[in-house]
């Protein structure tokens, strides 16, 4: 029985990593409060598997994906689905703790317009996963209670749904990379929060293999969607261009000095990884250039591929 007004849209999309699939959505649906949710799994790979289980729950709404969409038409597909007044987003690696959906709607009623929280590590000490971990969420400070911030952890964040859509031409571009949307927010006026009690643990991945091909196509997402949004002229693309090889080491400086102002303990651990930092890094400047002078092409489509069907253990790799 379909649920006749949601106050929150889960935004759950899955691919062929059917295992961990099943794991995110069993934590999602032993939420309390999830009777007043609904769960829009957007399946990609519904003709090669069965529904998870617990597909069949009342919150649950199964959407199945036709084709290769790249990752805003599938993000806009699920805003426009979303009957909630907010639209939460989450990932088949991502694990929700229990009072994740209370504290969401808390954040939401106290008049925040992005609710979100720092990541715990799933996998710990796997691989280079605690490299990873530090790269992707190590300008977020260490937090114990909530606390307003100027951005939130892509992919895994919640926002107004009104928000979201008031930026009507400019969504597209600002849903592909939610940096950009949270500084849109924030100049706006609108409030993010992040709270500990809405979090989540995170399966990082674990090879240089891996994660390289992650950063190059966010980054290739990234330099595109930034120079359309601020609409750069030749000149100016020209310039990242030409930055490319500096990127890396202003980027190292940058975590070298937030970690030393906000969280010494992830020192030893860029230090220890400093080559890794490099290499990968390298590769997402290459990205960063090509997206901001060519545009990110197939890279949206290739990113969220990757993103739905790649094991990120080095076990099943």
């Not at 699939?21 to 069965?50: C, H, M, R, W």
């Not at 930026?167 to 990379?177: A, E, K, R, S, V």
């Not at 290499?279 to 890279?299: D, E, P």
């Amino acid at each position: 029985m379909m649920i006749s007004k949601p106050y929150i849209s889960i935004i759950f999309v899955i691919g062929t990593q059917r295992e961990r699939s099943q794991q995110a959505l069993v934590n999602i649906l032993e939420q309390k409060g999830i009777e007043n949710a609904e769960v829009l799994i957007f399946d990609t790979a519904f003709d090669q598997y069965p529904a998870l289980a617990g597909s069949h729950h009342p919150s649950v709404h199964i959407h199945e994906v036709k084709g290769s969409l790249s990752l805003s038409n599938l993000r806009l597909k699920a805003v426009e689905a979303g009957r909630g007044e907010i639209i939460a987003f989450t990932e088949d690696h991502a694990y929700v703790i229990p009072g994740w959906l209370e504290s969401l709607t808390r954040g939401f009623e106290a008049g925040h317009g992005g609710v979100g929280s720092v990541p715990q590590v799933k996998n710990p000490g796997m691989g280079i996963s605690d490299a990873v971990n530090i790269i992707n969420f190590g300008f977020f400070p260490p937090i114990t209670k909530p606390c307003t911030y100027y951005m939130l952890p892509g992919h895994n964040s919640a926002y107004r749904r009104d928000i979201l859509l008031s930026f009507g031409d400019l969504l597209p571009i600002l849903i592909t990379t939610e940096v950009l949307l949270n500084s849109k927010m924030t100049e706006n006026g609108f409030t993010l929060l992040l709270d500990p009690q809405a979090g989540y643990f995170h399966q990082n991945e674990e090879s240089v293999a891996m994660v390289t091909k992650a950063y190059y196509y966010s980054n290739l997402c990234f330099g595109a969607s930034r120079a359309e949004l601020f609409g750069w002229r030749w000149w100016r693309r020209a310039l990242q261009l030409l930055s490319t090889p500096l990127v890396p080491f202003v980027r190292y400086l940058k975590y070298m000095v937030y970690f030393w102002r906000h969280n010494r303990s992830n020192l030893p651990i860029l230090f220890r990884y400093t080559a890794v930092f490099f290499y990968t890094q390298s590769i997402a400047a290459i990205g960063l250039a090509i997206g901001c002078v060519f545009g990110a092409g197939n890279g949206e489509k290739n990113f969220l591929h990757y993103e739905l069907n790649t094991s990120r253990s080095i076990q099943h790799s």
